[in-house]
């Protein structure tokens, strides 16, 4: 069996948390022969990719992992285009997994493990709701810009979200149902996503289990909690400084002082969604820029002329700060931002009235905070 991180477990000061040893035996009944089997997960925030070959279907994995981890476990060999490689996903958790399937690993099932038993009656809780939002999503996709106008889309996107309500709703009832299972915890990080709501998430985070808190998953999203009550509805958003194109400091308490809007805008010039929003905010600031509004644009980028180059091709005449380290920016790490395009608006105090908001939402917020001015 080869590891491909083995190494780093024998560098000195590697820092690990506690750990828990795993021991995977698996079965496919109709395998003969030899074949490679890969498995694929997360330790310590960085990718293990792990191999073994199966004996007339018997092989096993032994390692190590901090807390349950969501893994891959794929047969390697060569597939022509159209088919999908044979796999299956499943937890890694402390102690024996028995892992069992007749004729392929996509058909398995995990006969031991609490985690394990409590993902299959998740994934059962929301099964068919699942599959509907990937036929909708499908659907999307192969839509043309003109049936996208229709009456018949419109409907589309409002079942898609009404399903995503309804999947949150099975989870918020596992959660509150399962208090002590690791999968309540996943359950949150789904339900919280990138743009995390506190007076949503706070509440479901209370009612879980001490032991949960105290995982490195729990202490991560207790973390995130406290770095989402910096950007709260209606809490005073704390200033930053930041450097421009030139180099030169930019803070956000002065821009806030000279408008009556202010969007607080992250993106990055390699960012595909950040580049379709932008004509968005850039008819914003053309429409209420007289008016008060005024923008501050973070950049994710690692690469001043990139950076530079995409705002001139994008027509972005605001004040832009970056400090050119990518997700290790400090200002997005110390606003709890996870994914971009990302955005907060600002009242003329600089307290925070709405995030996330793009396209006509935006427009519109904006329209009706200048009215009332």
């Known amino acids: 069996m080869k590891n491909i991180l083995s190494i780093f477990i024998l560098l000195p000061g590697f820092a690990m948390a506690q750990q828990q040893n795993f021991h995977l035996k698996g079965t496919v009944e109709e395998w003969r022969g030899k074949d490679s089997v890969f498995i694929y997960y997360l330790r310590d925030n960085k990718q293990v990719t792990d191999s073994t070959v199966a004996t007339d279907g018997h092989f096993e994995f032994k390692g190590s992992i901090s807390q349950p981890v969501l893994s891959y476990i794929a047969l390697h060999k060569p597939i022509k285009p159209t ?18 399937a007749k004729d392929s690993l996509r058909h398995s099932i995990i006969t ?51 399903g995503l309500d309804s999947m949150e709703a099975i989870r918020i009832r596992f959660i509150k149902t399962h208090p002590a299972s690791f999968m309540s915890l996943e359950a949150l990080n789904v339900i919280a996503g990138n743009t995390m709501q506190f007076q949503k998430t706070a509440p479901l985070f209370e009612k879980l289990s001490p032991s949960l808190k105290q995982t490195p998953l729990g202490k991560d999203f207790a973390s995130r909690l406290e770095t989402a009550k910096k950007t709260l509805t209606g809490v005073v958003m704390p200033s930053f400084t930041s450097l421009d194109t030139a180099r030169k400091e930019v803070h956000l308490k002065e821009v806030v002082q000279h408008a009556k809007v ?4 992250f993106w990055a010039s ?20 007289e008016k008060g509004f005024d923008i501050i644009s973070v950049s994710l980028d690692d690469n001043a002329d990139r950076w530079k180059a995409a705002i001139i091709k994008d027509g972005m005449p605001w004040h832009h700060v970056s400090g050119l380290k990518k997700w290790d920016e400090p200002v997005a790490q110390f ?31 904006i329209a009706g905070l200048l009215e009332k001015k």
């Open 83 to 100: 088919e999908i490689r044979d796999n299956y996903r499943f937890y890694l958790e402390e102690g024996n997994i028995r892992l069992h």
């Open 112 to 162: 031991s493990g609490k985690v394990n038993a409590d993902y299959q009656e998740l994934e059962k809780a929301i099964a068919v709701t699942s599959k509907r939002l990937l036929a909708l999503k499908m659907e999307a996709v192969k839509s043309t810009p003109e049936q996208r106008k229709t009456p018949a889309f419109a409907a589309l996107e409002k079942e898609y979200y009404t």
């Open 262 to 265: 202010t969007l607080v805008d």
């Open 270 to 289: 390699w960012c595909a969604p950040c580049r379709a929003e932008n004509p968005n905010v850039v008819k914003a600031f053309n429409a209420f820029h």
């Open 335 to 365: 606003f709890g931002i996870q994914g971009i395009p990302d955005n907060f608006l600002l009242d003329e105090q600089g307290r925070v009235i709405a995030r996330g908001l793009k396209g006509v939402e935006l427009y519109n917020r």
